[in-house]
T-cell receptor, first 115, second 111 residues
Framework: GAGVSQSPSNKVTEKGKDVELRCDPI?????LYWYRQSLGQGLEFLIY????????KSGLPSDRFSAERTGGSVSTLTIQRTQQEDSAVYLC?????????????FGPGTRLTVT | DAKTTQPPSMDCAEGRAANLPCNHS???????VYWYRQIHSQGPQYIIH???NNETNEMASLIITEDRKSSTLILPHATLRDTAVYYC????????????FGAGTTVTVRA
């Protein structure tokens, strides 16, 4: 079956512009995660959606970052007024349900470059 | 979460077994050992996890010492496609869904 897909695969934007990153999780997966990975750095948790529960936004670095998940499926991560330090690979993952840590399936990521 | 220590890099010959060590001396009783890998320009990929018993799946084997303070990931017949950064993490599976990787071990499989 189809895995997690993300779009665009690459995004170059000017400082100060807004960007939207999209994630299509695996069908039927109720949990969805956003992470980011800066060059040479580890994985940084951003936000977590689980079913109809309130999302865990504790990893969002600033109020310029927001995310939504419509209909319990597709998710969009929005970064407003982008800054150069936002440049990173943004990864989306989904899992069948919370607690099934062995089944966080990752997408290929969106490489964001802010010039 | 308990911290882990891995060697920064290792080489392996194609077709041979690759043994990747991980130290987690402060692991607590309810924390599992997980292994992920990340091939260049791809998202992380789950490999295997275990609590205290040795585990095996189609990708690898996980050997956990009796005191659970260290473990070894074994890729039985390494291929060039196994070249990646391998991450060992320990976490409480029941309530901690946030993955966090350290530097990992960069494994290079050579022909």
């Amino acid at each position: 079956g189809a895995g997690v897909s993300q779009s665009p695969s690459n995004k170059v934007t000017e400082k100060g512009k807004d960007v939207e990153l999209r994630c299509d999780p695996i069908s039927g997966h109720t949990a969805l995660y956003w992470y980011r990975q800066s060059l040479g750095q580890g994985l940084e948790f951003l936000i977590y959606f689980q079913g109809n529960s309130a999302p865990d936004k504790s990893g969002l670095p600033s109020d310029r970052f927001s995310a939504e998940r419509t209909g319990g499926s597709v998710s969009t991560l929005t970064i407003q007024r982008t800054q150069q330090e936002d440049s990173a690979v943004y990864l989306c993952a989904s899992s069948l349900e919370q607690g099934r840590m062995d089944e966080q399936y990752f997408g290929p990521g969106t490489r964001l470059t802010v010039t | 979460d308990a911290k882990t220590t891995q060697p920064p890099s290792m080489d392996c010959a194609e077709g041979r077994a690759a043994n990747l060590p991980c130290n987690h001396s402060t692991i607590s009783g309810n924390e599992y050992v997980y292994w992920y890998r990340q091939i260049h320009s791809q998202g992380p990929q789950y490999i295997i996890h275990g609590l205290k018993n040795n585990e095996t799946n189609e990708m690898a084997s996980l050997i956990i010492t009796e005191d659970r303070k260290s473990s070894t990931l074994i890729l039985p017949h390494a291929t060039l496609r196994d070249t990646a950064v391998y991450y060992c993490i320990v976490r409480d599976r029941s309530n901690d869904y946030k993955l966090s990787f350290g530097a990992g071990t960069t494994v290079t499989v050579r022909a």
